[in-house]
């Protein structure tokens, strides 16, 4: 028999271990816990409100969705959620990869829960599509932030446009407000359009820089100095504390040339560094001294309101654009109206005429 021959094998196990039951058993009931019918909206809004994360999750998965009955779900928890979601403090932090956002945000985010604050991290990327979600990969540069149960850290969310991204972005800051985070970290990576983005959804934007060989201000767009509230000069550690100092001066003085911003608020420049977190306690007092400033003379709540403004304006131009280019038609016509402009057949103004007009014409009918 062939059970007989294995009980004599070298390779039989021994008779009395069976599989370790309490253990599967309890895994069961969590993955069953965990798929359990959809929860509904209520329930989810209930779980958010009282500071689930599990919760918090499955909300933000259904903000990221494209499925339309997902995307109402979403709409119905922000609009219960969005009382709740004002006393937080939102922080976009930016600078070139490699400068060192993520190790930075590792170690001010531990100085933040070691103040008893609760700290949420999010992502603006649009390249997470290619790069499946760099923060994901960065959260290996978050090991400590990870385990700390005052922080949620969720991977940037992917999607084909940056509009899509930032404002699932803008809705996931409210869903973490919401469960009880007050302080949200941004990280977006400083290349291109993302920094305005992240701008118009935060109170206080930090640039992150290192120092390099000389010439400090080559290579940084003049747009993204003239957001950022704090230049901050990472990796001022070992050999080079000296070159760090050097271009903090160098900022400073540039930063002088800059007009007045509209808070009123003069961009401190400073240095730290993520690895010894020397300079990371001063960069908190520095937002402590904007937030100061800044509701004291009512810019911080001016701002918020504009803000919400440019997110309605930004949504209904995501959408009518997004119908326009995706309705059957118009797919139709645009490759040829491109042949046509492209061979001067009719003019570009005179093509794009056409094609709206043909939009709104089937708008009509339907
Ligand atoms: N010496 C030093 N290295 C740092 C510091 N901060 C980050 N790094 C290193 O710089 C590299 C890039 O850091 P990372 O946080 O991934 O940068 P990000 O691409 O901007 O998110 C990593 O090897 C870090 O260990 C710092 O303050 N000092
Ligand atoms: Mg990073």
């Not at 059970?3 to 309890?26: Q, R």
């Not at 978050?142 to 992917?158: F, G, H």
């Not at 059957?328 to 007009?357: C, G, H, M, R, Y």
Request: with cysteine; hydrophobic share 40%.
């Amino acid at each position: 028999m062939k059970n007989e021959k294995k009980k004599h094998s070298a390779l039989h196990e021994k008779d009395g271990i069976s599989p370790p039951e309490i253990i599967s058993l309890n895994a069961v009931e969590q993955i069953q816990k965990f798929r359990k019918k959809q929860l509904s909206s209520r329930e989810l809004i209930d779980g958010i409100l009282s500071g689930n994360i599990a919760d918090l999750s499955r909300a933000i998965t259904l903000v990221e969705s494209t499925n339309a009955n997902h995307l109402a779900k979403a709409n119905e928890i922000i609009n219960a959620c969005l009382p709740y979601a004002n006393e937080s403090l939102r922080i976009g932090i930016t600078g070139v990869p490699g400068v060192g956002k993520s190790t930075f945000i590792e170690a001010f985010g531990k100085y933040l829960t070691s103040l008893g604050k609760k700290v949420a991290v999010l992502a603006v990327d649009p390249s997470s599509t290619i790069s499946h979600g760099s923060i994901l990969g960065d959260k290996t540069r978050m090991e400590e932030l990870v385990k700390d149960t005052n922080a949620y850290i969720r991977p940037s969310a992917s999607g084909e446009t940056l509009g899509g991204v930032a404002r699932k972005t803008r809705e996931t800051i409210t869903l973490c407000e919401a469960a009880g985070f007050d302080t949200i970290l941004i990280e977006t990576i400083g290349v291109g359009q993302s920094e305005t983005a992240v701008h118009s959804m935060v109170d206080f934007f930090l640039l992150l820089k290192i120092s390099g060989a000389g010439d400090e201000l080559q290579g940084i767009k003049r747009g993204i100095m003239e957001m950022a509230d704090a230049i901050i000069i990472n990796k001022a550690d070992g050999d080079n504390i000296k070159k760090a100092n050097l271009a903090k001066a160098e900022f400073n003085r540039a930063l002088h040339l800059f007009p007045a911003k509209k808070s009123g608020w003069t961009p401190i420049t400073s240095t730290c560094s993520a690895i010894t977190h020397d300079g990371i306690p001063e960069v908190w007092k520095t937002i402590e001294q904007f937030l100061e400033f800044t509701k004291r003379n009512k810019y911080f709540f001016k701002k918020r309101k504009e803000q919400n403004q440019y997110w309605l304006l930004e949504t209904i131009n995501e959408q009518l654009k997004s119908n326009f280019y995706n309705h059957p038609e118009i797919i139709k016509l645009l490759e040829s109206s491109k042949k046509a402009v492209s061979t001067d057949e009719i003019s570009p103004f005179a093509a794009a005429q056409e094609l709206l007009n043909v939009y709104q014409n089937y708008k009509k009918i339907s």
